[in-house]
């Protein structure tokens, strides 16, 4: 049973442009929500978090907005960059313990 | 200052064969945790030590798969009779404490390979 789901695998956009990505989750007891980003060969470094009192939080160019209702999160990076180029995971699971569940992520390319 | 490491970085055995898979977590840090990563899926849980205990195994997909943390830091996940649905990439990540709050810092991963 998948609770965390990232339905788009790839997305492809412009250097300097926005780039969206969406996770949706189903079970309502997840109120901590992150993002990961992984490199090939690596294992995934942790991006952004959020938890569910809030509906966005924001770090340079990085932007994770919450809809509890929607049960919906999605991440923007904007400007884009090359170095963005990565596989990107959301990840959702209670507040008071690390027990994340992992969506499968989307690969995100920027082109220059 | 060293992130989690795991060994050995590739693994490839016949169907059948016992195998060990080592994680190093990052000092100081009391939660351990195992994911599997099949081709194109995201980390699937699998089992977390707060210490050396067993918080959550519930994620260990049958009994061929053991974990243990004897001394609250290396951690080795063992399979026994492998079979070719084993094949993945195994990471190990860890964390300061449980709380979600604190990252978990993962490992580069064993790719298994079960022939």
């Known amino acids: 049973d998948q609770q965390v789901k990232q339905n788009s695998p790839s997305l492809s956009v412009q250097e300097g442009r926005i780039s969206i990505l969406n996770c949706d989750y189903t079970?309502?007891?997840?109120?901590?929500f992150l993002w990961y980003k992984k490199y090939p060969a690596e294992g995934p470094t942790f991006l952004i978090s959020i938890s569910s009192i809030k509906d966005k939080n924001e770090d340079g160019r990085f932007t994770v907005f919450l809809n509890k209702s929607a049960k919906h999160l999605s991440l923007h990076i904007v400007p884009s960059q090359p170095g963005d180029s990565a596989v990107y995971f959301c990840a959702a699971g209670p507040y008071n313990n690390n027990d994340m569940r992992f969506g499968a992520g989307t690969r995100l390319t920027v082109k220059p | 200052g060293a992130g989690v490491s795991q060994t050995p970085s590739n693994k490839v055995t016949e169907k059948g064969k016992y195998v060990e898979l080592r994680c190093d977590p990052i000092s100081g840090h009391t939660a351990l945790y195992w994911y599997r990563q099949s081709l194109g899926q995201g980390p699937e849980f699998l089992i977390y030590?707060?210490?050396?205990?067993?918080?959550?195994d519930s994620g260990l997909p049958n009994d061929r798969f053991f974990a243990v943390r004897p001394e609250g830091s290396v951690s080795t996940l063992k399979i026994q009779r492998t079979e070719r649905g084993d094949s993945a990439v195994y990471l190990c990540a860890s964390s300061l404490t449980l709380h979600s709050t604190d990252t978990q810092y993962f490992g580069p991963g064993t790719r298994l390979t079960v022939l």
């Open positions: 079970n309502s007891m997840f109120d901590y």
């Open positions: 030590f707060q210490g050396t205990g067993a918080a959550d």
